[in-house]
């Protein structure tokens, strides 16, 4: 079946103006997550949607990141105001929940972010 | 909180050769712990996941790691390395069920000489 998707592939902006990254999660995946990839953090976690509870924001890294999950399936992720130090690549994960084991979560191939 | 750590952020091996990627974790309550791959340009995929239910899990590509919980470690290997392994991998934890957030460590780029 069809795994996570993300668009755009590669996005290029300038300092200051905002984007949105799109996230498709995998059909019945009740669970989504957004992470971030430099070179300089590693890999960090951003936020975390859970059905219809309210979204653990802990990992955000400034007002200037938000992000939303309309009718439980697609996220689009925006940062506001872009700055250099947003380069990275932008992961997005979803995962099925099950009672009582790890539930994997499976990675869509990311949004390549560039801040010029 | 949790933490991960892995030894050797590059690890160079001849084909054919052992492979082994070192993780370590910190973590208050019982872990679950994973290694996922990431090829070049691409997302990460999971490789193998440990639940409690067994201490040494199997995974993909003949990769398999081992649950110590004295040694609050879980060490990739695989026998005999091939060239499609280089890639960079990625050691992780959770501890509530894996619905929770992933704390990954720095990764380990390897690299397999022919």
């Known amino acids: 079946g069809a795994g996570v998707s993300q668009s755009p592939s590669n996005k290029v902006t300038e300092k200051g103006k905002d984007v949105e990254l799109r996230c498709d999660p995998i059909?019945?995946?009740?669970?989504l997550y957004w992470y971030r990839q430099s070179l300089g953090q590693g890999l960090e976690f951003l936020i975390y949607f859970q059905g219809n509870s309210a979204p653990d924001k802990s990992g955000l890294p400034s007002d200037r990141f938000s992000a939303e999950r309309t009718g439980g399936s697609v996220s689009t992720l925006t940062i506001q105001r872009t700055q250099q130090e947003d380069s990275a690549v932008y992961l997005c994960?979803?995962?099925?929940?099950?009672?009582?084991?790890?539930?994997?979560?499976?990675f869509g191939p990311g949004t390549r972010l560039t801040v010029l | 909180a949790q933490s991960v750590t892995q030894l050797g952020s590059h690890v160079s091996v001849s084909e054919g050769a052992l492979v082994l990627l070192r993780c370590n974790y910190s973590s208050s309550v019982p872990p679950y712990l994973f290694w996922y791959v990431q090829y070049p340009n691409q997302g990460l995929q999971l490789l193998l996941k440990?639940?409690?239910?067994?201490?040494l899990v199997k995974g993909i590509n003949g990769f398999e790691a081992e649950f110590k919980k004295s040694e609050t470690s879980f060490h990739l290997t695989k026998p005999s390395a091939h060239m499609s392994d280089a890639a960079e991998y990625f050691c992780a934890v959770t501890t509530q069920g894996g619905s929770e957030k992933l704390v990954f460590g720095k990764g380990t780029k390897l690299t397999v000489n022919p």
């Open positions: 059909s019945g995946h009740t669970a």
């Open positions: 440990y639940t409690s239910a067994a201490t």
């Open positions: 994960a979803s995962s099925q929940i099950l009672s009582g084991d790890a539930d994997t979560q499976y």
